[in-house]
């Protein structure tokens, strides 16, 4: 089907271009310009919306195999096209670990049966994720991998961590380290300071992660092979990775919207849907990761969705399930906290979340350019929303965020030319 979609602000070459319209034919961009003459099965008027290349998510968890319960393939990539995102990478945590051939293809296979947005499997580092044995990580890039990481659990073996990054580096993989010295989180539930004291819960103090990003950082200068730190949340991580970059080091780093959003003060009613790992950290850390972003020391905005089912989140809180659903609320938070805040530019917010991950990932993705597969949004951030978790697509709907006032709704999710989601308002 051919569809020509009219008078929108598009999105290109790094600006937004007012009344432009995209044709896109079998899967692919073939025209952007202001009046196109072409004829179309189907025309789309997105006038006044926001005409923007598909969200990348470089970090998500699925729960399939093995805790579908939670969520699964087609739960998840619906939440993903609702929320805006047309390309994702799960992460190995699941159940057969991925760590093989076997598993890999699985979820490949699943997600593109059943799946609402491209799909691409992150290998395990390590088998098991025991952070003992190195992964088969070339016939796992064979079966279609795009990275490799523990996440989830730390590789607390220097040594194992050293040789995963010269053996993914053979491959061209890019190693994603969960940043966590288990020996002082010992057991923390929140970050440690006045608030987990005034709680009464063990804290996990940001050092935790700290030096956990420094050993990669230098693993990473040693072995002169990429290295990319998952979920930053500390104003000393931010530092390091801002000096090593100053250094020519190769390393990039995400974070996610909670943690520029949310501190541990969320904790205070020791709402379990403020228990993730890492933990919401001080108003200090989150200006901090703030300033990450705006200066680019931290590349990507990314939502490790961490989907759990309401019993692991209805109990106390040190006996709760840690992270987050994100899907469905990464746009509108990073919009409305960052660029509506002045913090970030449009375009430094879109690159977060598009161009960045595409790179980080090796993905042929993240813009519109005529030739490219038609992954775009249609997106209205005129109008404040309320977030509404009832109403998410996700099996789970473990979220802080319910009731928060945003700005940054997707009307349209298009992967490979076809409608993933559209909102029910929007009139095609």
């Not at 470089?58 to 929320?83: M, N, Q, W």
Request: glycine share 8%; with cysteine.
């Amino acid at each position: 089907m051919r569809t020509l979609i009219i008078n929108g602000k598009v999105f290109l070459d790094g600006q937004i271009e007012e009344g432009m319209s995209l044709l896109v034919d079998d899967g692919i961009i073939i025209d952007a310009q202001k009046d196109i003459k072409w004829e179309a099965d189907r025309i789309i008027d997105a006038k006044g919306l926001y005409v923007l290349p598909g969200l990348i998510d470089a970090h998500c968890h699925l729960r399939d195999p093995g805790f579908e319960y939670k969520e699964d393939i087609v739960t998840g990539t619906k939440s993903a096209a609702k929320g805006g995102f047309t390309s994702i990478a799960c992460m190995p945590n699941t159940s057969p670990t991925v760590d093989n051939i076997g598993i890999v293809r699985y979820i490949i296979e699943k997600a593109k049966k059943d799946g609402f947005v491209n799909v691409y499997p992150i290998g395990a580092i390590t088998k098991g994720l025991e952070g003992k044995e190195l992964s088969e990580m070339g016939s796992m890039k064979e079966a279609g991998i795009v990275a490799v990481s523990d996440d989830g659990k730390p590789v607390m073996n220097g040594d194992v961590m050293r040789k995963a990054l010269i053996y993914a580096g053979q491959f061209g993989l890019s190693v994603i380290s969960h940043c966590e010295d288990l020996s002082i989180t010992d057991g923390g539930s929140m970050n440690e300071g006045v608030t987990s004291t005034i709680l009464g819960l063990r804290g996990i103090p940001a050092s935790s992660e700290d030096v956990m990003v420094a050993r990669e950082v230098l693993l990473s200068e040693y072995t002169k092979v990429p290295v990319h730190i998952a979920h930053v949340s500390t104003k000393a991580s931010v530092e390091i990775i801002r000096q090593a970059k100053k250094r020519g080091i190769k390393v990039t780093a995400e974070t996610c919207p909670h943690y520029f959003t949310l501190t541990e003060k969320a904790c205070l009613d020791y709402d379990t849907n403020t228990k993730m790992n890492p933990p919401l950290r001080t108003q200090v850390d989150l200006e901090a990761v703030i300033e990450g972003l705006r200066d680019d020391t931290i590349d990507i905005i990314a939502t490790d969705h961490a989907p759990h089912h309401r019993d692991e989140k209805n109990v106390e809180f040190e006996r709760a399930a840690n992270g987050i659903v994100g899907f469905e609320t990464a746009l509108s938070l990073s919009y409305t906290n960052l660029v509506e805040a002045g913090y970030l530019s449009f375009s430094q917010m879109l690159h977060k979340l598009t161009v960045n991950p595409a790179k980080m990932l090796k993905l042929d993705k993240g813009v519109l350019k005529c030739g490219k597969s038609a992954d775009l949004i249609l997106v209205d951030f005129d109008n404040e929303y309320t977030v509404d978790v009832s109403k998410f697509a996700s099996k789970s709907k473990n979220s802080p965020f319910d009731g928060f006032k945003v700005k940054g709704r997707v009307l349209l999710t298009m992967v490979g030319g076809k409608i993933s989601y559209s909102d029910e308002g929007f009139t095609l």
